[in-house]
């Protein structure tokens, strides 16, 4: 007598794809990709996982490659570069381009994607991208996407301050002359070092040269000193990309890290004549700048001895270049 085999018998994981699909965002999480598949076919989350793992785990981990391409009907390829997560489970992984992809993983994190291009794509309420450190506005609306914008509506209008807007091109073009890694370690101590300068003790506004209206709902209308708030990441992002720029700076950086008070007033004449006129009491009012910056990881980038200081504001700028 034979035995018919009994692999009916258990759920094998999805072998069709759903009745309707929708395509990934650049860069989306694997969470907010499936939220949205789900809430196209009318289930829950939980169900759709349930359904991509053959009923075996509730975790999003979980979860194949191969399982959310049927169930999407979205080839591969496309999840592949799409969901960083997910990405490694590619099965011809050595021939997809990975240089300049964003990982999924610190120092990258999670932001909602810019609200207004988020209504163009679907009808989801937020979309979740995985960010990394400079992608803090949107330039095609105008929208602050950067640290404290943990929810849409949190996303402040820069439409009326274009030079917070400029910042974001300044800041890309760091990187491409410098790299990430080098870019991203002396712009967490120029946010350290603004920090420092500006703030002005426990909910005393910050020193702010722009005035930006917090977002409609936003939870903390009746404390604007909250350093967590949007509007003052936002308000200071052009000032603390300027500070970016001098301590990438070959020429420039040296004279923060010397022992030279002579040097150290260089650094900050140069600091002064970059900043804004409301901004320049701030370059003369702490020594701890110089402080943070010999005790943060830019200090351990090797330098040559501070040069000549140059005597003109276009001979400073050719030095940068």
């Given at each position: 007598m034979s035995v018919a085999p009994l692999d009916h018998l258990f759920r094998p994981g999805p072998r069709r794809a759903l009745p309707r699909t929708c395509r990934p965002s650049q860069d989306e999480t694997t969470g907010s990709y499936l939220l949205r598949l789900a809430a196209a076919n009318r289930i829950t989350g939980a169900d759709l996982v349930d359904y991509l793992t053959a009923g075996a785990s509730q975790?999003?981990?979980?979860?194949?490659?191969?399982?959310?391409?049927?169930?999407?009907?979205?080839?591969?390829?496309?999840?592949?570069?799409?969901?960083?997560?997910?990405?490694?489970?590619?099965?011809d992984l050595p021939r997809v381009a990975l240089p300049g992809r964003?990982?999924?993983?610190?120092?990258?994190?999670?932001?909602?994607?810019?609200?207004?291009?988020?209504?163009?794509?679907?009808?989801a309420e937020r979309i979740d991208i995985w960010r990394r450190h400079e992608h803090n506005i949107c330039q095609r609306h105008r929208l602050w996407i950067g640290p404290g914008a943990g929810h849409p509506r949190d996303q402040v209008d820069l439409a009326a301050h274009p030079d917070v807007v400029h910042a974001q091109?300044?800041?890309?073009?760091?990187?491409?002359?410098?790299?990430?890694t080098i870019v991203h370690t002396a712009y967490r101590t120029a946010g350290e070092i603004w920090e420092m300068l500006t703030h002005r003790g426990w909910g005393v506004p910050y020193a702010l040269a722009r005035d930006l209206h917090l977002p409609h709902g936003f939870g903390h209308q009746?404390?604007?000193?909250?350093?967590?708030?949007?509007?003052?990441?936002?308000?200071?992002?052009?000032?603390?990309v300027t500070l970016t720029e001098l301590l990438v700076c070959t020429h420039w950086r040296p004279f923060a890290m010397?022992?030279?008070?002579?040097?150290?007033?260089?650094?900050r004449a140069e600091f002064q004549r970059?900043?804004?006129?409301a901004y320049h009491d701030l370059a003369n009012t702490d020594l701890q700048l110089f402080t943070i910056v010999r005790h943060s990881p830019v200090a351990q980038w090797h330098d040559p001895q501070p040069e000549t200081y140059p005597s003109t504001p276009a001979q400073a700028q050719g030095a940068d270049r």
């Open positions: 975790s999003i981990a979980n979860v194949s490659l191969a399982a959310v391409s049927t169930a999407s009907g979205q080839p591969p390829v496309a999840l592949a570069y799409a969901l960083p997560e997910l990405r490694t489970q590619h099965t964003t990982l999924p993983a610190k120092p990258n994190t999670v932001r909602p994607a810019c609200r207004r291009c988020t209504a163009t794509r679907t009808t091109v300044r800041h890309r073009r760091l990187i491409r002359l410098h790299g990430h009746n404390w604007p000193a909250d350093p967590r708030d949007p509007v003052h990441r936002a308000a200071v992002y052009p000032e603390v010397s022992a030279s008070a002579a040097d150290r007033d260089r650094f970059r900043l804004p006129p």
